[in-house]
């Protein structure tokens, strides 16, 4: 392994086998374990550990079946379309971002049902909030993003990070799944960051066309009848916008993963479609090249965006109307209203409003544009 990528790759097969022996004495990881798997004991679970050899052998016997709970006892349905038609042995997911674990594991989860390799998986170095976590991590085959540091360290991670994911497609022949912009959508409106597409073309030489096409971009569209997470994320956002600021808690983002995992998502649909780069227009200008694949993923995203119940209802609550009634009966209606009642104030409430209404917004740009 090349010297630079030892901070963001996935263990080697040495640090794997030192990580499983480890963890047999990590007491948050045994608890952490037997919250997901409370007949669990302690025994069972080293067991379980000193049977694993790699990431798959990690993933198989202590993720997949959390993943299988999730969509049993939290999704009244889980519909994956298009992925059939997809080459996944080395393609780039880059995925809207609506849960920080459910996006990129409900992938993981089919791939492993029908027999394929599981991807890479980017997560951001703010997740690993302890030796723990960063070991459940890594030995979920995760590279890792690095987002703090000053201009110039920004600048050599982003290389950095350019090259192992170029690395991990061209070279290892592997799959990446990536987030499209930094964090979780909280607004309902997902948007690709120029920052991602230009951090991808950071690696390569080749005009913008060939270096797009080399990485064999697979655009993931997940939508949730109910947003996990839905009213932290209002919460977040109505304090930004009051005191300028957020400044989370330690453990603040593995609550909302478990959270992720726990709360109640109604229906839920899985949509990928690999980019075409013949659909975009390339100007031999670089800001303007960005900026139309940016253009071409969100079009993506907006058009297989699945609309459910809650974004119509949302809307005609917010624009109090009835355009949309058709979608919905009185019975849904009164549902919602309860569920919109847990809102801790007004501005929350508007804010979940909202954050349904955005996907409805978006598709209707894009059938209009």
């Known amino acids: 392994m090349e010297e630079i990528f030892k901070t963001i790759a996935p263990y080697s097969q040495d640090q794997i086998l030192k990580t499983l022996i480890w963890l047999e004495s990590s007491n948050e990881f045994i608890k952490g374990v037997q919250y997901f798997y409370p007949n669990w004991s302690r025994k069972l679970i080293i067991k379980k550990l000193q049977s694993c050899k790699t990431c798959s052998d990690f993933q198989v016997t202590?993720?997949?079946?959390?993943?299988?709970?999730?969509?049993?006892?939290?999704?009244?349905?889980?519909?994956?379309?298009?992925?059939?038609?997809?080459?996944?042995?080395?393609?780039?997911?880059?995925?809207?971002?609506?849960?920080?674990?459910?996006?990129?594991?409900?992938?993981?989860?089919?791939?492993?049902?029908?027999?394929?390799?599981?991807?890479?998986?980017?997560?951001?170095?703010?997740?690993?909030?302890?030796?723990?976590?960063?070991?459940?991590?890594?030995?979920?085959?995760?590279?890792?993003?690095?987002?703090?540091?000053?201009?110039?360290?920004?600048?050599?991670?982003?290389?950095?990070?350019?090259?192992?994911?170029?690395?991990?497609?061209?070279?290892?022949?592997?799959?990446?799944?990536?987030?499209?912009?930094?964090?979780?959508?909280?607004?309902?409106?997902?948007?690709?960051?120029?920052?991602?597409?230009?951090?991808?073309?950071?690696?390569?030489?080749?005009?913008?066309?060939?270096?797009?096409?080399?990485?064999?971009?697979?655009?993931?569209?997940?939508?949730?009848?109910?947003?996990?997470c839905a009213f932290e994320k209002a919460h977040e956002l109505s304090l930004i916008d009051k005191d300028g600021n957020y400044d989370k808690e330690r453990f603040e983002n593995i609550n909302s993963l478990v959270k992720g995992i726990k709360q109640y998502k109604g229906n839920v649909k899985l949509v990928f479609e690999k980019l075409n780069s013949d659909n975009i227009v390339f100007l031999n200008n670089r800001k303007k090249d960005v900026e139309s694949i940016v253009s071409e993923i969100d079009r993506i995203v907006y058009k297989n965006y699945q609309l459910w119940k809650t974004n119509y209802m949302a809307y005609d609550l917010l624009h109090n109307d009835f355009k949309y009634q058709q979608h919905y009966n009185r019975e849904d209606i009164v549902k919602f209203k309860k569920y919109l009642k847990k809102s801790e104030n007004e501005d929350v409430y508007y804010r979940l409003l909202k954050m349904y209404t955005n996907p409805i917004y978006n598709k209707n740009k894009t059938f209009s544009d």
Request: glycine share 6%.
């Open 62 to 228: 202590f993720i997949e079946m959390i993943i299988k709970n999730s969509i049993n006892d939290t999704m009244a349905s889980f519909e994956i379309v298009g992925l059939d038609d997809i080459d996944a042995t080395n393609s780039l997911f880059i995925s809207n971002h609506r849960d920080i674990f459910l996006d990129s594991a409900l992938l993981q989860n089919h791939l492993y049902d029908i027999g394929n390799p599981f991807t890479e998986i980017s997560l951001g170095d703010n997740l690993m909030v302890s030796d723990t976590m960063k070991a459940v991590a890594k030995l979920n085959n995760m590279f890792t993003v690095f987002r703090g540091g000053k201009r110039m360290e920004q600048m050599k991670n982003s290389m950095n990070l350019s090259k192992y994911i170029r690395h991990s497609i061209v070279n290892k022949k592997v799959s990446s799944w990536i987030a499209q912009g930094n964090g979780r959508t909280k607004d309902g409106s997902d948007v690709t960051a120029t920052g991602l597409i230009k951090m991808l073309l950071l690696s390569s030489e080749k005009d913008v066309k060939k270096s797009l096409d080399e990485l064999n971009i697979v655009v993931s569209t997940i939508s949730f009848e109910y947003e996990p």
